[in-house]
């Protein structure tokens, strides 16, 4: 079994990790998890500014920021977990990254960083939605 | 972990029964609960006109006969469950049946009976999303991975 979890950092983010720890029989059957998260990409008339490897260098630390506690929690009970990280429009990264893996299930947030209690999902969960033919787990 | 599989009758709903099945051939250890709701009968349709329909509803008949087709899916992978007919308003009565079988997560199609093409997600389903306690995987129509869960297809990743 393939599972993909997408994560942000938003609190979301942990409620995610929180049931997976509470609920093991759901991860049990795959041999590692993947873990994906999106940074968004500086834009291009910032970019003119700055050299390569500086954008870079603020990629990969925007990534870990959200990887660490996530890889941390993972490690500590020892699950098995691939990590990957990609730059772009995070809707477009994830169901991106689920079809192509051809991922049995995805697993997200209801919601990330902007979200609005009153809301069924944010955008990003509702394009993913939209776009992604894997069924996918929303946690609220 | 116990999970609440509600369908509707329609082909739709069915899908989720089909993801479900496919976790559980990929090793998922899970138990079922299937449940269909009946939206409940009024007063005024039994006393005026209690046509065949009304009155299948009021046997819990359409529940039955709505829930088969998911029942036989079930059947045909060997995999035990719990089935639940309940008379009610859909999206409150799906939750509130979770949280009677103390279900760990909710799996439902996309979309069911009522679907508009244009609907990313039908009414129910997001009403239940909405709402619901537990996590709630949303099947989407018209997948074909699960086709590849036969013997001779291959391993799984």
Same mark, same amino acid.
């Given at each position: %079994? @393939?599972?993909?979890?997408?994560?942000?950092?938003?609190?979301?983010?942990?409620?995610?990790?929180?049931?997976?720890?509470?609920?093991?029989?759901?991860?049990?059957?795959?041999?590692?998890?993947?873990?994906?998260?999106?940074?968004?990409?500086?834009?291009?008339?910032?970019?003119?500014?700055?050299?390569?490897?500086?954008?870079?260098?603020?990629?990969?630390?925007?990534?870990?920021?959200?990887? @660490?506690?996530?890889?941390?929690?993972?490690? @500590?009970?020892?699950? @098995?977990?691939?990590?990957?990280?990609?730059?772009?429009?995070?809707?477009?990264?994830?169901?991106?990254?689920?079809?192509?893996?051809?991922?049995?299930?995805?697993? %997200?947030?209801?919601?990330?960083?902007?979200?609005?209690?009153?809301?069924? %999902?944010?955008?990003?969960?509702?394009?993913? %939605?939209?776009h992604c033919a894997t069924p996918v787990l929303i946690v609220r | 972990m116990k999970i609440l599989l509600p369908v509707d009758g329609s082909e739709h709903s069915l899908d989720a029964v089909r993801h479900a099945i496919h976790l559980v051939k990929q090793g998922l250890d899970a138990s079922f609960v299937l449940m269909n709701v009946q939206e409940p009968t009024y007063l005024y349709e039994m006393v005026l006109a209690p046509s065949a329909d009304v009155l299948e509803r009021v046997t819990g008949a359409a529940g039955n006969h709505s829930i088969e087709a998911a029942e036989d899916l079930l059947s045909q992978a060997d995999i035990a469950f719990e089935r639940e007919v309940v008379s009610g308003e859909p999206a409150p009565t799906i939750i509130e049946t979770g949280e009677r079988y103390d279900c760990d997560a909710i799996i439902i199609g996309a979309r069911g009976r009522g679907a508009m093409r244009s609907a990313l997600l039908g009414s129910v389903s997001q009403a239940v999303l909405q709402r619901s306690p537990v996590p709630v995987t949303i099947v989407k129509t018209g997948q074909t991975h699960w086709q590849a869960d036969t013997p001779d297809a291959g391993a799984s990743e």
């Open positions: %079994m @393939k599972i993909l979890l997408a994560v942000d950092g938003s609190p979301f983010t942990q409620r995610m990790l929180d049931y997976l720890a509470t609920h093991e029989a759901l991860i049990a059957p795959a041999k590692e998890v993947s873990v994906i998260t999106a940074v968004p990409p500086v834009p291009r008339h910032v970019t003119g500014y700055i050299d390569k490897a500086s954008v870079q260098a603020y990629y990969d630390d925007e990534a870990e920021a959200v990887i @660490k506690p996530v890889r941390e929690f993972i490690e @500590k009970r020892q699950w @098995k977990a691939s990590y990957v990280t990609a730059v772009g429009n995070a809707a477009d990264v994830i169901s991106k990254a689920a079809s192509e893996g051809k991922f049995d299930l995805l697993m %997200m947030g209801s919601q990330g960083h902007s979200a609005i209690g009153s809301l069924v %999902m944010g955008s990003v969960t509702a394009r993913v %939605m939209a | -």
